[in-house]
C-alpha cells in the first residue's frame, strides 16, 4: 500500500493523505481524495487535477510547498486516468517519508497537488469579498468590527498540533474534539451529578449542512459544511442538527497564512446558518486555530454582521462558555466587561 500526502492548491498549508495500493489508476487516487475531502471537493472526482508534487527531482515538503503560491506551471500534471501510481513515479518506494529528524528540520513531503476546478459561484469553500457583500446585501446587513484590549491570560495552554504528515488528519480531529469538550464540560454537563449533556460538540466535517437553495432574493445557491457544530438537546432528540444550532465553528491549523478566505468563509456560513436554523438561539460562528486567534461572528437583531477577534485560549474559551449559558458577552461598543448575552444572542 502507498501513503500519499496531498494538498489541495487553494489550501497548501494543510496536507492530508490516501492510502491505495500502487497499481490503482489515478481515477481511483480521485475518488479517494474527494472520498476524502468531501467538505472542500463539491465537484466530480473525476474533474480534479493532480500534480507531482516534485522539484527538481525532489518532494515538495510541508514547508516549501508554500512558496509556489498556486503557480503549478513548472510541475507534471498527471493526466492519464488510468495510469498507475507506480508509472506516475508515486509507487511505494518512491514516496517513503524521511525520518522523524528531518522532518522536524524541513517537514514531511508532499507528493500530490489537487487542483479543484470549476466549482460554482455559492460554493462556500471559495468566497471572496464580492461574494460576502452581495450575500449581506440580499439580506439587508450591514458589516460591524468590534476592537477590545485583551488582558494577557496563559491560563488555558493553546492546542498543541502535531506535524500532519507523521499524523493522521483524523487523529487531529479527535485530539481537538477531546481539547475542547474538556474546556466546555462546565457548560455541556452542568450539573455532573446528573450526567445528561445540554448541549452537543458534533463532528460534521462531511455532512454538507449549510445549504441554502431556490431563495428568490439570492441570485446563486450556497451549499458547504463546517468542521463542527455545537447543538442543544432539541437536535439531538428531533435529529435535525440546525433546529438547535448555537455554534458553526472551523478549526484552522495554518489559519494565519489564509485568513482573509477562512474569514470571508464563516461569514457566509453564519449567515446561511442563522437564516436556516431554529430561532429560539441565534448561531455564532467562530474560525480559531485553537491557540492565538478566536474569529467570531454573529447576526445582531439590528442585522448587524459583526465579528470580534480574541488572541487567547482563556478569552476564546471564556466567550463560548459565556454565549452557551446565556450569561455574558462582548459589549455591543467592544468593551471586554461579559455584559448579558441576550443583546447577542436575540432571536433574528
Known sequence: MVKLFCALAFDLGSSFSVE????????????????????????????????????????????TIQRIKADLSGFERLESPQRSLLRCGLGED?????????????????????????????????????????????????????????????????????????????DQYTRYMAYMNDHLKVVFCPDESKM?????????????????????????????????????????????????????????????ED????????????????FTSGKQHAPVGLVTYLDTSWYFVWVTTEKESTSLELHCAAHGFQLIRDVLSDDSAPSSQGNYTWPSASSMMNES
Open 94 to 170: 518512491a514516496v517513503k517519508q524521511p525520518d522523524d529528524e528531518e522532518i522536524s528540520k524541513g517537514g514531511g513531503h508532499i507528493n500530490v497537488i489537487v487542483v479543484v476546478p470549476d466549482y460554482t459561484p455559492g460554493d462556500l469553500c471559495y468566497p471572496d469579498q464580492l461574494k460576502v457583500d452581495e450575500f449581506q446585501e440580499a439580506l439587508g446587513l450591514s458589516s460591524r468590527l468590534i476592537q477590545i484590549e485583551e488582558d494577557d491570560d496563559n491560563s488555558v495552554p493553546g492546542f498543541e498540533w502535531r506535524n500532519s504528515a507523521q499524523h493522521e488528519e483524523s
Open 196 to 256: 445528561k449533556p445540554r448541549l452537543f460538540l458534533e463532528d460534521t466535517s462531511n455532512k454538507e449542512i449549510l445549504s441554502l437553495c431556490g431563495a428568490a432574493w439570492l441570485k446563486f445557491d450556497v451549499s458547504g459544511s463546517a468542521d463542527l457544530i455545537i447543538v442543544d438537546r432539541l437536535a439531538k432528540h428531533y435529529r435535525v442538527l440546525l433546529a438547535g444550532l448555537r455554534f458553526v465553528i472551523d478549526v484552522r491549523k495554518n489559519l494565519q
Open 20 to 63: 491505495l495500493d500502487e497499481n490503482s489508476a489515478l481515477t481511483k487516487v480521485k475518488e479517494a481524495i474527494k472520498a476524502t475531502k468531501t467538505q472542500m471537493v463539491l465537484c466530480g472526482a473525476e474533474k480534479l487535477q493532480l500534480y507531482l508534487a516534485m522539484d527538481d527531482r525532489k518532494w515538495l515538503t510541508s514547508r
Open 259 to 274: 485568513a482573509e478566505r477562512v474569514r470571508h468563509q464563516l461569514v457566509l456560513k453564519l449567515i446561511v446558518a442563522d
